[in-house]
């Protein structure tokens, strides 16, 4: 059974908000725990919730502690280097989506101006025709230029014949495919 998608918005009802409290709660405490673990960092977590008089702290109230006092004893440029509250965050994001949408468009115009200019070797310029050129002649699969072609029968010609002509059977396509494929 695959998970639906949350929103994140205030849970209205009571009983499935401290419901919803106490599975995230634990999974928070959890994942703190991994961090600390595998990372080999001190770590810690002090929740306050409406639900419970006293907060909830993780790993024990002397290791937070300690946690508090190291971070305490960094100097205050350490202390607020990486620091970010939520106005400077959404900045910062605005600011990156700028440039990423400002270098995107430079690309587009870049490739638009290519291929209008018909420059081959620009990325995608194989896909836009320009008009009154004749297209290069196409193979099917697994034939080139240089491999030989199927023997006649005898009575039959080199080219199927045009449509409107007396031939055996009429040909698939109509005589200037858009893909200069003749279809056998």
Not at 38 to 61: F, H, K, M, N, R
Not at 107 to 133: C, I, K, L
Not at 152 to 177: D, I, K, L
Request: proline share 12%.
């Amino acid at each position: 059974m695959t998970r639906k998608k949350v929103k994140l918005a205030f849970i209205l009802n009571n009983a499935s908000r401290k419901a919803t409290y106490k599975k995230r709660k634990k999974g928070l405490l959890k994942k703190v725990h991994e961090l600390s673990t595998l990372c080999g960092i001190p770590a810690g977590a002090i929740i306050y919730s409406p639900y419970d008089p006293t907060p909830e702290v993780w790993p024990d109230a002397d290791g937070i502690q300690q946690v508090i006092a190291a971070f305490r004893s960094l100097p205050e440029l350490e202390r607020h280097k990486n620091m970010v509250n939520q106005e400077e965050y959404l900045k910062q994001r605005i600011e990156k989506a700028g440039k990423i949408l400002k270098k995107q468009t430079r690309d587009n115009r870049e490739a638009y101006a290519a291929n209008q200019m018909g420059f081959p070797f620009m990325e995608n310029a194989h896909h836009y025709r320009q008009p009154n050129q004749p297209q290069p002649q196409q193979f099917f699969p697994g034939e080139s230029s240089t491999a030989p072609q199927r023997p006649f029968f005898p009575g039959e010609s080199s080219a199927p014949p045009p449509p409107g002509t007396s031939g055996s059977e009429p040909p698939a396509t109509a005589p200037y495919p858009p893909n200069n494929i003749w279809f056998r």
